[in-house]
């Protein structure tokens, strides 16, 4: 992860706990969408580190439709905002709505958020249009405290954004993952090694490749290795592997 300014560090510890209680507040009252989006503002600004009059933007026009929120530095739209107001549970539909947003205006970044918990994903135009969720931060939760808890809090952050933080972290949990684990054991590489590990625990003992994989289903949870992450995972395994044959060739 980028190392976070200590300015930023300061900022993340004195605003979060702010809000929180401005979270909570709002939460028994239970307001609606358009104070919600006020409230998200001013989190932008206090927690995230954004200038409120120059680099978020409001009813951000796609397609004859609006977009709640937009983020800009530098006159280039960052990532969009859908939100929701405090007492809704953000659902399917809602993270839909928000990404044919960022997918009409060509933005690869959007968020979508209840105040309470924010949701990153990441659009990739393709054919057709998909998401891959990135991470939610919960400020229910949240512990500005601890590093990890501001590392998550700095991949929205404009400092963040300079230093590409979000991409960064989205690139590592798309390959360490227990999909991408689970088409590497999978994998002949792997398999070999495997059956290489159980012969030397056993000299002389007889075991195939083949044998080694029929195992693997009662080893690994079968979530790991059917569900539509895992095919994504076993082909990119799968592609990574065979160019470096193609080259080592």
Known sequence: MASIPKSVSNRLKNEVPRFKRVLLNAANRDVNESDTVTIVTDMLAGIFGFDKYTEITSEQAIRGTYCDLAVQVDGTVEFLIEVKAIGLDLKENHVRQAVNYGANMGISWVVLTNGRQWEIHRIRFEKPISQEHVCTIDFAEIKPAKLADREMLFLLCKEGLKKAAIKEYHDH??????????????????????????????????????????????VLKRDVVE???????????????????????
Do not use: M
Not at 200 to 215: F, I
Not at 227 to 249: F, G, I
């Open 173 to 218: 949990v798309q390959v360490v993952n227990r999909y991408v684990l689970g088409a590497l054991i999978e994998s002949d590489p792997l398999l070999v090694a495997l059956r290489r590990e159980l012969r030397r625990l056993s000299p002389g003992l007889k075991v195939t490749k083949e044998e080694v994989a029929s195992l693997l289903p009662d």
């Open 227 to 249: 569900h539509e992450c895992a095919k994504k995972a076993r082909s990119r395994v799968q592609r990574v592997q065979k160019a470096a044959q193609r080259k080592k060739s």
